[in-house]
């Protein structure tokens, strides 16, 4: 069934994402480079790497011209690898987030025994 391939597909471009992701990661950040340089505006630059794949596939797409450098499947691949970061980045920033408000409720509370064990002595 057409189904079953499109999964398959899909599938196939999910595991070529990723691979392209490690090796890059691989290549990129061996050095002093953390990954997070990258994205010097936080999740701006990740708005604008995924706007820049985006006009290029409107580009490729609407000349009708075969691309003599990057494949619109490489632009494609990119998008996913974008949009995982971005996905990544913005969980990653929730979770601290909930993280340091458990932190100061914790502080907030430590604090006010502490208070009350002043006020009752």
Not at 13 to 23: C, G, P
Not at 29 to 42: I, K, S
Not at 52 to 61: D, F, H
Request: proline fraction near 2%.
């Amino acid at each position: 069934m057409a189904i079953d391939r499109i999964e398959e597909l899909y599938l196939e471009a999910i595991n070529k994402a990723r691979k392209i992701k490690f090796d890059k990661i691989h290549d990129y950040n061996n050095g002093l480079v953390r990954r997070e340089d990258y994205y010097l505006f936080g999740p701006s630059s990740l708005v604008n790497e995924l706007w820049k794949k985006m006009l290029r596939i409107i580009s490729i797409y609407t000349s009708g011209e075969k691309p003599k450098c990057e494949k619109l499947e490489d632009t494609l691949l990119d998008i996913i690898n974008y949009s995982a970061d971005f996905y990544s980045y913005l969980r990653y920033t929730e979770e601290n987030k909930q993280k340091e408000e458990r932190e100061k409720d914790e502080l907030r509370r430590t604090k006010e025994n502490l208070f009350r064990r002043m006020r009752s002595e």
